[in-house]
């Protein structure tokens, strides 16, 4: 009886934290997610601001940015849904 009782209390202790670390786990998701959008905004902005001043003072800087980091921007945004949708899987 002892040995039952054993397992069955550390059964459910152990559930406990993984409930807690997965309410954390997915608000740390939603706060990626959100970040990613807010840095596909200034992605937009700062495309915007290239468009405008690449014909009079083409803006190297601006251009060697945007080569780089839409790539960088575009994989963070399929590994949060990926990360999204694994989460979803595993409620």
Same mark, same amino acid.
């Given at each position: 009886? @002892?040995? =039952?009782? =054993?397992?069955?209390?550390? &059964?459910?202790?152990? /559930?406990?934290?993984?409930?807690? #670390? #997965? #309410?954390? $786990?997915?608000?740390? #998701?939603? @706060?990626?997610?959100?970040?990613?959008? /807010? &840095?596909?905004?200034? %992605?937009? %902005?700062?495309?915007? /601001?290239? /468009?405008?001043?690449?014909?009079?003072?083409?803006? $190297?800087?601006?251009?060697?940015?945007?080569?780089?980091?839409?790539?960088?921007?575009?994989?963070?945004?399929?590994?949060?849904?990926?990360?999204? $949708?694994?989460? @979803? $899987?595993?409620?």
């Amino acid at each position: 009886m @002892n040995t =039952y009782y =054993y397992k069955k209390t550390r &059964m459910y202790s152990e /559930e406990r934290p993984i409930s807690f #670390l #997965l #309410l954390h $786990v997915a608000v740390s #998701l939603e @706060n990626v997610i959100t970040d990613i959008a /807010e &840095m596909e905004k200034g %992605m937009e %902005m700062t495309k915007r /601001e290239y /468009e405008a001043r690449k014909d009079r003072d083409p803006p $190297v800087i601006l251009k060697d940015f945007l080569a780089n980091s839409e790539d960088k921007i575009k994989k963070l945004r399929t590994d949060a849904k990926s990360a999204q $949708v694994s989460g @979803n $899987v595993c409620k």
